[in-house]
T-cell receptor
Framework: DGGITQSPKYLFRKEGQNVTLSCEQNLNHDAMYWYRQDPGQGLRLIYYSQIVNDFQKGDIAEGYSVSREKKESFPLTVTSAQKNPTAFYLC????????????FGPGTRLTVT | DAKTTQPTSMDCAEGRAANLPCNHSTISGNEYVYWYRQIHSQGPQYIIHGLKNNETNEMASLIITEDRKSSTLILPHATLRDTAVYYCIVRVAGLYNFNKFYFGSGTKLNVKP
């Protein structure tokens, strides 16, 4: 089955530690995205990538980093510079950057204490 | 991108039509209206989109007013599984325009038995 996988579903870390969230897709999509969602709020765009080896900052990129070395993978690193890292993180992909439909993964809930 | 305004929450009886309104009074001529929904703790799911004509697919219908300043998403026979947050998004789409969606707070639809 084609789709997007994010692992793990729940992640716990101590403050000051970097943590990497994985996102893999087997849909052969060119574009991939990372969003952050806080309780009761909408989604905010962290980073996006339209093609391999290229990515752009979204609205709230500070304290985060990404890489896009392979078409199917777009990992997100939450660094210790991110002031409030506890959130629900969602990865998405689309056929291209102009596609109207984004496909979302199940999300990773990160808790930092 | 044009801003959208949606009610915070709505109730609907199971089996009845759910009509979710969205105001986008500053919409431009080349901006599309998209609808996504997010079931609790899952990633958003694409529902439908349109420019000026009414649209229908297997999930819903989209009615856009003639002046395009507002639209309504219609779920013809709501079920308990339609309980979710519904996002109305306005975005320019085109070959050279990257689809950076803005997911606001949306409307929480509660379908009741």
């Amino acid at each position: 089955d084609g789709g997007i996988t994010q692992s793990p579903k729940y992640l716990f870390r101590k403050e000051g530690q970097n943590v990497t969230l994985s996102c893999e897709q087997n849909l052969n999509h060119d574009a991939m995205y990372w969003y952050r969602q806080d309780p009761g709020q909408g989604l905010r765009l962290i980073y996006y990538s339209q093609i391999v080896n290229d990515f752009q900052k979204g609205d709230i990129a500070e304290g985060y980093s990404v890489s896009r070395e392979k078409k199917e993978s777009f990992p997100l690193t939450v660094t210790s510079a991110q002031k409030n890292p506890t959130a629900f993180y969602l990865c998405a992909s689309s056929i291209g950057g102009t596609s109207y439909e984004q496909y979302f993964g199940p999300g990773t809930r990160l808790t930092v204490t | 991108d044009a801003k959208t305004t949606q009610p915070t929450s709505m109730d609907c009886a199971e089996g009845r039509a759910a009509n979710l309104p969205c105001n986008h009074s500053t919409i431009s001529g080349n901006e599309y209206v998209y609808w996504y929904r997010q079931i609790h703790s899952q990633g958003p799911q694409y529902i439908i989109h349109g420019l000026k004509n009414n649209e229908t697919n297997e999930m819903a219908s989209l009615i856009i007013t003639e002046d395009r300043k507002s639209s309504t998403l219609i779920l013809p026979h709501a079920t308990l599984r339609d309980t979710a947050v519904y996002y109305c998004i306005v975005r320019v789409a085109g070959l050279y325009n990257f689809n950076k969606f803005y997911f606001g707070s949306g409307t929480k639809l509660n379908v009741k038995p």
